[in-house]
T-cell receptor, first 114, second 110 residues
Framework: AQSVTQLGSHVSVSEGALVLLRCNYS??????LFWYVQYPNQGLQLLLK??????LVKGINGFEAEFKKSETSFHLTKPSAHMSDAAEYFC????????????FGKGTKLTVNP | DAGITQSPRYKITETGRQVTLMCHQT?????MFWYRQDLGHGLRLIYY???????DKGEVPDGYVVSRSKTENFPLTLESATRSQTSVYFC?????????FGPGTRLTVT
């Protein structure tokens, strides 16, 4: 069965610093990978996705992620953090493609310090 | 407005009562999902549906019932609410690959 591990339940960065949120997955078939963001008292919003093709994926709000098959990783980065990036971030994997079930990581709460 | 909506947004109920959480999407997506979100557990899938009249269990289905008579609606019923079902419930729909989430229902069982 597929699984997702997000390293670090809490990450704190200074405004303007690099954001790096780590995600490793296990999957028996080529995965489809997703990052979602959740602001307080809201639902999850899709940040970006990898299905096929280019391994560096750009998303909304200046975020990007790189699919590295050899490392089974899909880390999320943003060159310069903004106060508005403070939220919880979830990595998810679907190894069935299509609209099958997603397996979510437990989330990483990002704090941005002024 | 197009999108996915959930109602009610907040609900307090007593142990043993039946409660139904509603989910409605305007995109005509085939797949719909119900999750619960709890501290320390992340998101856990309760039930999902591939199309009208087709539903299947997820990771934590006990104590919940779903139905899907129309593509756009996917209600979740707690037949006899328990305190352990206090949680935030999210509905999602999917056209292909990614899922789109509703705003959530915060349910408290006293």
């Amino acid at each position: 069965a597929q699984s997702v591990t997000q390293l670090g339940s809490h990450v704190s960065v200074s405004e303007g610093a690099l954001v790096l949120l780590r995600c490793n997955y296990s999957s028996s078939v080529p995965p489809y990978l997703f990052w979602y963001v959740q602001y307080p008292n809201q639902g999850l919003q899709l940040l970006l996705k990898y299905t096929t093709g280019a391994t560096l994926v750009k998303g909304i709000n200046g975020f990007e992620a790189e699919f590295k098959k050899s490392e089974t990783s899909f880390h999320l980065t943003k060159p310069s953090a903004h106060m508005s990036d403070a939220a919880e971030y979830f990595c998810a994997v679907s190894d069935q493609g299509g609209s099958e079930k997603l397996v979510f990581g437990k989330g990483t709460k990002l704090t941005v310090n002024p | 407005d197009a999108g996915i909506t959930q109602s009610p947004r907040y609900k307090i109920t007593e142990t043993g009562r039946q409660v139904t959480l509603m989910c409605h999407q305007t995109w005509s997506h085939s797949y719909m999902f119900w999750y619960r979100q709890d501290l320390g557990h992340g998101l856990r899938l309760i039930y999902y549906s591939a199309a009208a009249d087709i539903t299947d269990k997820g990771e934590v289905p006990d104590g919940y019932v779903v139905s899907r008579s129309k593509t756009e609606n996917f209600p979740l019923t707690l037949e006899s609410a328990t305190r352990s079902q206090t949680s935030v419930y999210f509905c999602a729909s999917s056209p292909l690959y990614e899922q789109y989430f509703g705003p959530g229902t915060r349910l408290t069982v006293t």
